[in-house]
């Protein structure tokens, strides 16, 4: 939206003693936010009004050589405009001037240039490059008669084309959104209150909603739901100038220029200007065209719902099928126009109108959000009727329209069946400045409501708690509860006023959350000790993908209106996801990485919660190159550092449809799914090299964590005992099975009453070796670290020690000492 | 004779004169010493020189500019890295649990009541046409905010509110936004969401606290300001500016938009189970995207969710 200061100041004349840029910081602070300010006086620099003194043909040229009349005596133009005449008032943009169509953008310059080999000093400019209009046929003539915009004086040939028509102006780019709730400030008096109040000034305008205004029934009007439609009114106005446009620049083509709009009529001017000033849009229709339309003598306007297929033609010739959120205008039941969108071609005003229909009403502004959805139709009009304009105003614009226009009221009729009452809202001092943190007096807080349009009625006793009884003007359609009126009184007052405050608190320490406190736990495990990498990825994925991994896009939670395929299920699992990253990292010539995200997957089989939304499991994924053992390595010092120990590899589960089960396993506290990505699905991803992954659901995770009790590792005073072994085993032994074995070796000298004492051991595997693929035994070497806790070990001892192992793999898996 | 000898031999006939300070008049004893002393000090220092000189001579010298020695392999540091954003989520979480609040974490899928509905927002109202929200066949919507928790959170701390206590929740999480992405649009992004509630909040506290949110976050004073803004779970709402902080390259004139708040809507509250005649509150809500992008000076908000090493392995 756009606002011009000079019709603000217009509207409020303390806003002319403020400094601009302080007014503009005001209106940012205490209204809505200013998106950009627009200085037109710099758009406008060295533009003139000029007479025309002589204007001559160029032969075998559409061009004119004129002499134009500017403050410094003649001045040569090259002109190509049909309609340019020795004696007319032109605008002149002189060289230096930047063309204000392109003021902002490629901001072009002009110069003094030969055209056809004659001197041309700038140029004589036409509607559209003066950013005023579309139109390109001619240039734009001034009134040799025109007054200054203050009224003053008429002007003279090289006056300042922007001091005579008021553009010496700034206009101000609203950001509407924040606006959604105040339909009164889409008009400039609406604005300008506002500015008053914030100001402190009291708003005084002419426009009345009291003003009482006699109407009668030569007009039927029916509304079949007051909820659709609150109010209609209208007038029958005899009009046989309605499309005429004057010949020369008015003022109002410069007033809707400023707002963003332009001069098409003299009846569309004047209904845009009253939209403009009031909120209120207005519609006309062909009198005659709206009678015969329904077939009777006299019109009969129904307001209605629209009937589902219903067809109309719009004023843009498009043919729209309603449905049953539109509603309708129609005559005597036959649609004349989409309510609050556009009018019908069917009653469209031309050049033969010799009556018209004026129509001031309000629709439902559910009911028009909608119709502007399904049809697109995005007009100033429309914006303002979804914003929810007043009732009480239809017919007081109606009335200003019907004086602008001055034709011959026949007719003025109105139908409003459930009048408005005024909101009616107790506060108190004491409230508001509870809620606000503030000291505002009750004479402050009065004024401050009372400057823009609320009436304030003061229970007589002074005591702060008594009510404060608050009437909203009718205006005002977001005043409920008193907070509502709170909110007028820290705005318009100034929330930049409130001075700061802290909530005073118990110091009691805020809950860890234990969810988040362990997904930075593995942050910082992943990242800081495994060096593996923190990818985010969508939510959402395609069914490509999870068809690819093996996933059934049927359990996902599909979005029915998403930006693409590529993001359409909620996903299952994070893998995939990583899986696609993976595969765009190695083609960017990453080698050896791994890559992780924590985030949260559901699926449909999986059961609601309490408030009946889908379940949400937070996963830890980590993906890498290499095989299961790289993978497994990862993950046993993992966990490892939240404190899980010896960890059992079962044979997997197969939850994930991914990991190749055969070279995939199981864990079961904590439950992790780990192993090899398929070969078939690397396949799919162009992916050459083994993979491995392993996702955990932290829910399950943060439950099976055990307790953090800090343990001393395990040492010893005496020496430690090294020694090497490896065994030769069948080859399908599990690698456990010898481990376990060499382990349970210890045991039997593991107790603090034994003669050795408490041994501390440690076995490393070193290698796994196999002479070829087919072999049937295998060698496993292993570092095995001893020590006592009681003494220092004596060879007899060792002896005995690394005798029991060999006696127990040679049991357990029947290996061999090589 | 190596130098090293000549230096030696030069501070043994230094040590000599020493004893000459006997002959010297008492009054200038003290001038005739410190001389020695400088001369001593500066000749051991040339011993040092020299001894450090033969030591290197034996030494083969290498090239520090090269990033290994020839032959030898390339030393390689392998690194992980962590995504900035939940680096910076945590450093947020983290200040604001200092504050004394608690942290509960918002779903990625929801329904339509805790998207407005909870919220105030009247069925079919347009304010909900700004959200652009994203909804599955099942009429579940992924959040287009985090307030969407306020209500969860509001009803989950009621008890702490009618134990004497207060409500002081900061919820962080995954919304979703159906926009088409550009440098400057994500429809995927995050948010932290915030409550207060108790018997005595005011709008000033609530300044005070994000105020000072920011003040912990950047390292400084900032000035703050206001813009009006409309929530319809918020009443009075605004938007809040802070100054443009030092470490941004701000030099007290620039303005942030940081974040939109306001004091919770007593319907909102209402509709949680808590009397809004006795307890107050406030609520706000901001992006964390915007917070990283301006500290490391990101131009592409693509970046985060585009898995790329080139990008991550920076952070």
Known sequence: MRI????????VPAASKVETDELIKLIGSRLVEVEEKIDLSKKYDKSYIVKVISAEAIPETHLHLCQIETKDGPVQVVCGAPNVRAGMFAVWLAPGAIVPQTFGEENFKLDVRKLRGYESNGMLAGLDELDLGDDHSGIVEIDPHQKYADGSREIKSGDSFAEVFGLNDIILDIENKSLTHRPDTFGLIGFAREVAGILGVKFENNFSLDEKIATGSGINIKIEDSALCPRYSCAMIEMKDALTDDKYLTFMDIFLAKAGMKGISKIVDATNYLMLMTGQPLHAFDYDKFVSVGGNSKPEIVVRAAKDGEELQLLDNKVIKCNT?????????????????????????????????????????????????????????????????????????????????????????????????????????????????????LPTIKATLENVGFEVEVARDNNPAINLRVTAPLWRTDIHIKEDVIEEVGRLLGYDNISIDYPERPFIGAKEDALLELKSKLRNILSDKLDAHELLTYSFVSKKLQEDVGEDPRDSYEIVNSISPELQCFRQSITPSLLEKMRDNLKAGYQNFAL??????????????????????????FVTTGDFYEMKANLIALLNELGFKDLEFHQYDGHFP????????????????????????????????????????????????????????????????????????????????????????????????????ELIINIKPVSIYKAEENAATKNVSFHLDFASKKKTLENTEISAIMEEVEKNVKQAVGAEIV | MSKIEEIKGKIKALNAEYAKIKTIAPEERKAFGIELNKKREALQKELQEALDAEESGSVTPIDITAPAAENAQIP???????????????????????????????????????????????????????????????????????STMQHRALKRYKKDLENGGKIAVVIPGRVF??????????????QCEGIFVSEGTTFGQMLGVLKNFFETYYGQNLNIKTQPGYFPFTEPSIELLIEKPKSLGGKGDGWLEMLGCGMIHPNVLKMAGIDPTKYKGFAWGGGIDRLVMLKYGLTDVRYFESGKLDFLKEF
């Open chain 2, 177 to 190: 936004r159906n926009e088409d992405v550009d440098a400057t649009h994500e429809h995927t992004f995050y």
């Open chain 1, 4 to 11: 011009s200061l000079n019709e603000i100041k217009k509207l």
């Open chain 1, 325 to 441: 959120s539109d509603v309708l205008i129609t005559s005597n039941n036959i649609p004349v126009a989409l309510a609050g969108a556009m009018g019908g071609k069917n009653t469209e005003i031309d050049a033969s109108t010799s009556r018209v229909i004026l129509e001031s009403a309000t629709f439902s502004l559910y009911n028009l959000r909608k119709t502007q959805m399904a049809h697109g139709i995005f007009s100033e009009a429309i914006t303002r009727f979804t914003k929810g304009q007043p009732a009480a105003q239809t017919l007081p614009v109606l009335n200003m329209a019907i004086k602008m226009l001055g034709g011959n009221v026949i007719e003025i009729a109105d139908k409003y069946p459930e009048p408005v009452k005024p909101s009616v809202v107790d506060v108190s001092v004491l409230a508001i400045n509870s809620l606000l943190g503030t000291e505002y007096d």
């Open chain 1, 596 to 621: 992780y995200e924590i985030n949260q997957v559901t699926k449909k089989s999986y059961k609601l919660d309490e408030d009946k939304v889908p379940m949400l499991y937070t996963h830890l994924a």
């Open chain 2, 76 to 146: 390689e540091i392998k690194k992980g890295s962590k995504h900035p954003l939940m680096t910076e989520l945590e450093r947020v979480l983290d200040i604001y649990s200092h504050m004394g609040f608690n942290i509960m974490e918002a779903q990625q899928l929801d329904d339509e009541f805790h998207m407005f509905e909870s919220l105030n927002f009247p069925e079919g109202h347009p304010a909900r046409d700004g959200y652009d929200t994203f909804r599955t066949a099942e009429g579940y919507i992924p959040p287009a905010h985090t």
């Open chain 1, 658 to 757: 991914y990991m190749e089960p055969v070279r995939s396993a199981t864990t079961q506290t904590p439950h992790v799914c780990c192993g090899e990505i398929k070969s078939s699905v690397l396949k799919r991803f162009k992916i050459n090299q083994p993979i491995s992954a392993f996702e955990i659901s932290l829910d399950n995770l943060i439950k099976e964590l055990p307790e953090a009790a800090a343990k001393m590792p395990a040492l010893s005073r005496f020496p430690s005992v090294e020694r090497d072994i490896t065994l030769k085993v069948a080859t399908d032994t599990a690698f456990a099975k010898i481990e376990a074995a060499i382990a349970k070796s210890f045991v039997v000298y593991g107790n603090d009453n034994s003669l050795i004492g």
